[in-house]
């Protein structure tokens, strides 16, 4: 299976400040015959279901703000927010697609400083 | 609109059986595989099983092998999860989810869950 290792476990951002969040995936999430990372993140706040906020590793779903940005490519990956509001506050996870079974990351918790 | 909705969770002793259920709308159904995800009180998330667009891949979670089956009805827009022998472990919050085609396993959207209690 492919375990993907999300760091911190939480962080603390004032706002206005950007966050940023990592995840590693222990092989590679990029298939290469159609050279796209098979990676989602998702945003889940108390009570809700997650909301998927990134697809194909840097791809921004419709509506999401774009103070959310993903990158990276292979094992490394980023979610970045540029300037934390209020409402981001939430756990973030990242996903792969590409084997199975599909996993997720533990979940990295984010609030307000 | 997407709209998923489960239904069918409760509470139920050990080693009993639960089916859930979800019926969807708002999008052409069989042009997507459909899946399971769980999450346990206060942890992560699991995925529990996949099932592609015409029921012909299926996966499982080793933590539910054996003891669960997916399965979907095209023409009624439903998703179903039979699930035997529970144990305590399988108490959680259940999510009906689609994927993003027909073999596409990216998660685009969720239902509200449902909750599964397994205790005497």
């Known amino acids: 299976d492919i375990v993907m290792t999300q760091s911190p476990d939480s962080l603390a951002v004032s706002l206005g400040e950007r966050a940023t969040i990592n995840c590693k995936s222990s092989?590679?999430?990029?298939?290469?015959?159609?050279?796209?990372?098979?990676l989602g993140w998702y945003q889940q706040k108390p009570g809700q279901p997650p909301k998927l906020l990134i697809s194909?590793?840097?791809s921004r779903e419709s509506g999401v703000p774009d103070r959310f940005s993903g990158s990276g490519s292979g094992t490394d990956f980023t979610l970045t927010i540029s300037s934390l509001q209020a409402e981001d506050v939430a756990v973030y996870y990242c996903h792969q697609y590409y084997g199975t079974p599909p996993t997720f990351g533990q979940g990295t918790k984010v609030e307000i400083k | 609109e997407v709209q998923l909705v489960e239904s069918g969770g409760g509470l139920v002793q050990p080693g009993r059986s639960l089916r859930l259920s979800c019926t969807a709308s708002g999008f052409k159904y069989d042009d997507y595989a459909m899946q399971w995800v769980r999450q346990a009180p206060g942890k992560g998330l699991e995925w529990v099983s996949s099932?592609?667009?015409?029921?012909?891949?299926?996966a499982y979670a080793d933590s539910v092998k054996g003891r669960f089956t997916i399965s979907r009805d095209n023409a009624k827009k439903s998703l179903f999860l039979q699930m035997n022998s529970l144990r305590p472990e399988d108490t959680a919050l259940y999510y009906c989810?689609?994927?993003?085609?027909?073999?596409?396993?990216?998660?685009?959207?969720w239902g509200q869950g449902i909750l599964v209690t397994v205790s005497s």
């Open positions: 092989q590679s999430v990029l298939y290469s015959s159609n050279n796209k990372n098979f």
């Open positions: 194909w590793a840097s």
């Open positions: 989810v689609r994927g993003c085609g027909g073999e596409c396993y990216l998660v685009d959207r």
């Open positions: 099932i592609n667009w015409n029921s012909g891949r299926i």
